[in-house]
């Protein structure tokens, strides 16, 4: 299991450690298949054990070969888009950026300031006046550019607790709406019975009856969040520290047929290292010669041997018909891209392919595949069942005649049979670094011609 969670850069130094470490371990040269152990004198798949596989127009093998690395003479113009690892966006920049036309000059070293002593979940570490002494400003100053960045996406920073931010994003919602102008008043009178949710000791107090309350209530809960960060942090535009193994030395590769049939797919895992572990047939033999004092150790040496190929060789075999069931899934979603990815599970593979869920878990951690288009990928996009929503999500609002909100979108999808809610459809939206419709609107307005 330890070794099914590696990336192949990741297993070829354990198995360089191994080999170091352990005299009856040997790295033979000659290109031998990973499963059968025949020599292979071409390129390509092992005939054998690649004519065992070829069903259903797919052809998956391990391969004797290291993974490909792009050129070093390759400049960084020739590499595509969406093989360049994503760099980490800044929360600051990303609400700097929404402010651009909003700030005065003066204020803007002022924002920076603010943005930079957030604390993780987007409040204010200081009072406002602790902050105007410190950058000498004036407090109506310091109140203006408080006031900006609390209402940008994600709205609510900035502000001084839980309560204040819930509060800032409902100036963002519809304030002729009953509901929200009696939400103001829950969290601004009732915020400590609203977190216990005691609704009739709400209702009696507001003269409201239960219901209305607790439509507030939910309203609250299911469109707005008390820890704005949050929705940054966790939303996928902060990428995690750039991987190489995804970017550069895919684990599999997925290619087509290459001898023209474009039914065929063929899917090439790669070695860690090129060359063939096996257990020194020499070092075995000589351990019946071994002195007494060796022969505990040299035994050691050998069962630990045997057993390292043994797993290495068990990897190999669940990465092949992992592949061979996730391939013969998601077929389309390989050639035709993230509209028609299918929707599967980590348990339904693992049911297929009979083993425990938490093998295919480990399994796909740590690996990356390269698709016939040039893309490399996180082998877990196999398993995101939004990816197809995000991308109806993206061309809905490449094509919208106006800024349309969240509702919007999730009625246009609702009539193609894709039923979200509208927070999913903020969540997706966030996730794929698309503002929300009124940042999109006054974007649209700045760059509209005077």
């Given at each position: 299991?330890?070794?099914?969670?590696?990336?192949?850069?990741?297993?070829?130094?354990?198995?360089?450690?191994?080999?170091?470490?352990?005299?009856?371990?040997?790295?033979v040269d000659?290109?031998?298949c990973?499963?059968?152990?025949?020599?292979?004198?071409?390129?390509?798949?092992?005939?054998?054990?690649?004519?065992?596989?070829?069903d259903?127009?797919?052809?998956?093998?391990?391969?004797?070969?290291?993974?490909?690395?792009?050129?070093?003479?390759?400049?960084?113009?020739?590499?595509?888009?969406?093989?360049?690892?994503?760099?980490?966006?800044?929360?600051?920049?990303?609400?700097?950026?929404?402010?651009?036309?909003?700030?005065?000059?003066?204020?803007?070293?002022?924002?920076?300031?603010?943005?930079?002593?957030?604390?993780?979940?987007?409040?204010?570490?200081?009072?406002?006046?602790i902050i105007?002494?410190?950058?000498?400003?004036?407090?109506?100053?310091?109140?203006?550019?408080?006031?900006?960045?609390?209402?940008?996406?994600?709205?609510?920073?900035?502000?001084q607790g839980?309560?204040?931010?819930?509060?800032a994003q409902?100036?963002?919602?519809?304030?002729?709406?009953?509901?929200?102008?009696?939400?103001?008043?829950?969290?601004?009178?009732?915020?400590?019975?609203?977190?216990r949710?005691?609704?009739?000791r709400?209702?009696?107090?507001?003269?409201?009856?239960?219901?209305?309350v607790?439509?507030?209530?939910?309203?609250?809960?299911d469109?707005?969040?008390?820890?704005?960060?949050?929705?940054f942090?966790?939303?996928?535009?902060?990428?995690?520290?750039?991987?190489p193994?995804?970017?550069?030395?895919p684990?599999?590769?997925?290619?087509?047929?290459?001898?023209?049939?474009?039914?065929?797919?063929?899917?090439?895992?790669?070695?860690?290292?090129?060359?063939?572990?096996?257990?020194?047939?020499?070092?075995?033999?000589?351990?019946?010669?071994?002195?007494?004092?060796?022969?505990?150790a040299?035994?050691?040496?050998?069962?630990?041997?045997?057993?390292?190929?043994?797993?290495?060789?068990?990897?190999?075999?669940?990465?092949?018909?992992?592949?061979?069931?996730?391939?013969?899934r998601?077929?389309?979603?390989?050639?035709?891209?993230?509209?028609?990815?299918?929707?599967?599970?980590?348990?339904?593979?693992?049911?297929?392919?009979?083993?425990?869920?938490?093998?295919?878990?480990?399994?796909?951690?740590h690996?990356?595949?390269a698709?016939?288009?040039?893309?490399?990928?996180?082998?877990?996009?196999?398993?995101?069942?939004?990816?197809?929503?995000?991308?109806?999500?993206?061309e809905?609002?490449?094509?919208?005649?106006?800024?349309?909100?969240?509702?919007?979108?999730?009625?246009m999808?609702?009539?193609?049979?894709?039923?979200?809610?509208?927070?999913?459809?903020?969540?997706?939206?966030?996730?794929?670094?698309?503002?929300?419709?009124?940042?999109?609107?006054?974007?649209?307005?700045?760059?509209?011609?005077?």
């Amino acid at each position: 299991m330890s070794l099914l969670t590696l990336s192949n850069l990741e297993l070829r130094d354990r198995v360089m450690a191994e080999i170091a470490a352990n005299p009856a371990l040997e790295m033979v040269d000659d290109r031998v298949c990973p499963s059968c152990h025949r020599r292979l004198v071409a390129a390509g798949p092992c005939p054998a054990c690649s004519s065992r596989a070829a069903d259903d127009n797919l052809v998956v093998f391990l391969s004797p070969r290291e993974s490909h690395r792009p050129s070093k003479s390759a400049s960084l113009d020739d590499t595509p888009p969406e093989m360049e690892p994503a760099a980490p966006e800044d929360l600051a920049l990303h609400v700097l950026g929404q402010l651009a036309g909003q700030l005065m000059e003066d204020d803007r070293p002022l924002a920076a300031f603010v943005l930079s002593s957030l604390d993780e979940e987007g409040f204010l570490q200081d009072p406002p006046a602790i902050i105007a002494r410190a950058n000498r400003a004036s407090l109506e100053q310091v109140e203006r550019v408080l006031g900006l960045i609390s209402h940008a996406d994600p709205p609510g920073l900035a502000t001084q607790g839980p309560r204040q931010a819930l509060l800032a994003q409902l100036d963002l919602l519809d304030q002729n709406d009953p509901a929200v102008l009696l939400a103001r008043r829950l969290l601004q009178e009732h915020f400590s019975e609203l977190g216990r949710r005691e609704f009739e000791r709400m209702a009696h107090a507001t003269g409201m009856n239960v219901a209305k309350v607790k439509h507030a209530a939910n309203l609250i809960h299911d469109k707005l969040t008390p820890y704005p960060a949050r929705a940054f942090w966790r939303s996928g535009r902060q990428a995690a520290p750039a991987d190489p193994n995804v970017y550069h030395t895919p684990d599999i590769q997925i290619s087509n047929n290459p001898n023209g049939d474009e039914a065929m797919l063929v899917v090439e895992i790669f070695a860690p290292l090129s060359g063939w572990l096996r257990v020194n047939p020499l070092f075995r033999q000589s351990l019946p010669e071994a002195e007494e004092e060796q022969s505990e150790a040299w035994t050691r040496h050998l069962e630990r041997a045997s057993l390292f190929v043994k797993c290495l060789q068990q990897r190999n075999n669940t990465m092949r018909r992992l592949m061979q069931a996730l391939v013969a899934r998601q077929r389309d979603f390989i050639r035709y891209g993230d509209r028609h990815l299918a929707p599967i599970t980590r348990a339904g593979i693992a049911t297929e392919i009979g083993v425990h869920e938490s093998t295919v878990s480990r399994a796909v951690s740590h690996k990356s595949v390269a698709l016939p288009d040039g893309r490399i990928i996180p082998l877990t996009r196999f398993f995101d069942r939004s990816l197809s929503v995000r991308d109806r999500i993206k061309e809905i609002v490449d094509g919208e005649p106006q800024p349309l909100t969240d509702d919007e979108i999730a009625a246009m999808l609702r009539k193609d049979g894709v039923r979200v809610a509208r927070r999913t459809v903020a969540k997706y939206r966030a996730i794929e670094g698309i503002l929300p419709a009124r940042l999109r609107h006054s974007r649209e307005m700045q760059a509209a011609p005077a």
